[in-house]
């Protein structure tokens, strides 16, 4: 896997991919940036997002589960002095489905999270990471 990450101006950068995909970063105005993009470390808890995310759908569906959508939503905190390392992470995730079994969704998560998230697993050695979930009829 490659990637390219290119200065624009100032503190602003955009970050290519491999699969022809393009993101604007950039730092916050204290910091010299003029907020047009996602900071560099939002950008990686984006990542445990969507990677942990695309799993649970992934294991859901594979098991025949209607899932119709599928949230997560991150809190993380970080150290005080640098570097700041993420030192706890929560990820909450909402799946909407029709008649989705709660065992099957809670293996989902715990499957992504402890197997297949590789985003997860690495932010997991430094950070502590927890998961929950709820279900939405839908």
């Given at each position: 896997m490659k990637v390219r990450v290119k200065l624009i101006e100032g503190v602003s950068f955009v970050g290519q991919s491999e699969s022809g995909h393009s993101v604007v970063m950039?730092?916050?105005?204290?910091?010299g940036g003029r907020n047009l993009g996602v900071r560099p470390m939002e950008m990686l808890l984006l990542g445990l997002g969507g990677c942990s995310a695309y799993d649970v759908?992934?294991?859901?569906?594979?098991?025949?589960?209607?899932?119709t959508d599928c949230v997560a939503d991150i809190d993380a905190s970080r150290a005080e002095t640098d570097p700041k390392v993420f030192t706890k992470i929560h990820v909450h995730f909402t799946v909407s489905g029709k008649?989705?079994?709660?065992?099957?969704?809670?293996?989902?998560?715990k499957l992504s999270a402890e197997k297949y998230c590789s985003a997860s697993i690495m932010l997991g050695k430094a950070a502590a990471i927890s998961h929950d979930f709820e279900?939405?009829?839908?």
């Amino acid at each position: 896997m490659k990637v390219r990450v290119k200065l624009i101006e100032g503190v602003s950068f955009v970050g290519q991919s491999e699969s022809g995909h393009s993101v604007v970063m950039d730092g916050p105005p204290e910091g010299g940036g003029r907020n047009l993009g996602v900071r560099p470390m939002e950008m990686l808890l984006l990542g445990l997002g969507g990677c942990s995310a695309y799993d649970v759908v992934h294991i859901l569906r594979k098991g025949r589960q209607q899932v119709t959508d599928c949230v997560a939503d991150i809190d993380a905190s970080r150290a005080e002095t640098d570097p700041k390392v993420f030192t706890k992470i929560h990820v909450h995730f909402t799946v909407s489905g029709k008649s989705l079994d709660p065992k099957r969704v809670e293996q989902a998560v715990k499957l992504s999270a402890e197997k297949y998230c590789s985003a997860s697993i690495m932010l997991g050695k430094a950070a502590a990471i927890s998961h929950d979930f709820e279900i939405v009829e839908g």
